[in-house]
């Protein structure tokens, strides 16, 4: 019987902890890396090169999605694919993300060190830009590759500065490639992919699991909404003639609390977390207030119920204030469900390995989600400490890490080896 591989501990912490390194804000607590920052290109300079190490071939496609390959015996068959993304949230943590990126490079690197036979190449991915942080849009380049970024609509993504995302494609020489050749992925283009994540949540944690294999992804809505007042003195204009947006934002983000909240269900859940104020003086009476609300859920029904429910909510509030709003739906992806015979794959190793199969949901969104409609998905997740992500304080052990990591490179081995998922 073949023995189980075992992922190396120290290479894992070597490059999980240099990654980390490369933060725009090391003056601010965590870790804060956006697409196409100094410190984001140079992450991906760092995971370029580990692949180039292994041995594996690498390019970019026209959104920046990083590809490293190694190649199969039979190039000639669908590969298998196992990625996740490098950028983080403002004063984000070290492994959302990262542990999918360094999981993938660990798997490839056994596979290759002990010349483990695999039909099919398998893909190291890099996806561009999972977070939804400076474009105001997540899943960049996954979305991008299932055909629901069109180049020209890079350009009406803007950063808080004003900068297009078609503008910093062309600073770096992205659109020097073809987009719909290179980015674009078919059906058939694919034939299984494999995430490693952290859970971002604490279910693994409560119940003493070291993996979860994930079943389904609840998927995000972003509304932007804007409430135009009155731009006023502070000090001379009495309370019952004001038009002041702010108050109406506050009343509009308790209510998307409050709605949220009465679904009484885990899944069901809505946020409002940037919010800009115009003109943000403490002696004016604001006038313009833009904020996002951020709806997740694993079933599109409820999803589309509570954005109408905002939307009437935003209607009244405003209406009673004399205010003026835009309300605009800037995504709307879908949930979606993981392929039984990958979370067989994923089980299998469990099993092999003395793990709990245990099977659960994933309240995050993932690049995984939008290569779903392209390709069978699997997940496999490891324990967040407490709970938190997107949090300075996020947290899991190498210990657990490497679990993942090894059944990961177990699932690899086995999809890589198959002639068809059924
Ligand atoms: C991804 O980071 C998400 O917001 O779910
Ligand atoms: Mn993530
Ligand atoms: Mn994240």
Partial sequence: MQQNVQANIDRVAS??????????????????RQLFTDAELEARSYVKERMRA?????HEDAIGNIYGVLEGTDPSLAPVWSGSHIDTVLSGGKYDGIVGVVGALEACRIIRENNI????????????????????????GSRAMAGHLPLEKTKELHDDA??????????????????????????????????LHIEQASMLEEAGYPVGIVQAICAPTYICVSITGQQKHAGSTPMDVRKDALCAASEVILTV??????????????TVGKIQVLPNSSNVIPGQVDFMIDIRDIDEAVKT????????????????????????VTTDDLPCSCDEAILDAIADSCRKRGLPEFKMTSGAYHDSLLISEFTPIGMIFVPSKDGVSHNPDEYTSMEEIVCGVNVLTDTLIALSNRETLS
């Fill in 305 to 328: 119920e509570l954005t109408q429910k905002f939307h009437d909510a935003i209607r009244s509030i405003t209406a009673a204030r004399h205010l003026e709003y835009s309300f605009d």
């Fill in 162 to 195: 004003g900068i297009s995302l078609y503008q910093e494609l062309e600073r770096l020489g992205y659109t020097k490639l073809d987009y719909n050749k290179t980015v674009l992925k078919h059906r058939g283009d694919v034939f299984a992919s494999v995430e």
């Fill in 54 to 58: 292994i041995g594996m071939s690498v």
């Fill in 257 to 270: 609390e409050k709605l949220a909240r009465s679904y009484q269900n885990k899944h069901t859940v809505a």
């Fill in 117 to 140: 036979p695999h039909a099919r190449s398998i893909v190291v991915l890099v996806f561009t830009s999972e977070e939804c942080g400076r474009f105001g849009m997540g899943c960049i």
């Fill in 15 to 32: 490059d999980i902890e240099t990654l980390a390194t490369y933060n725009s804000f090391p003056e601010n607590p965590g870790v804060s």
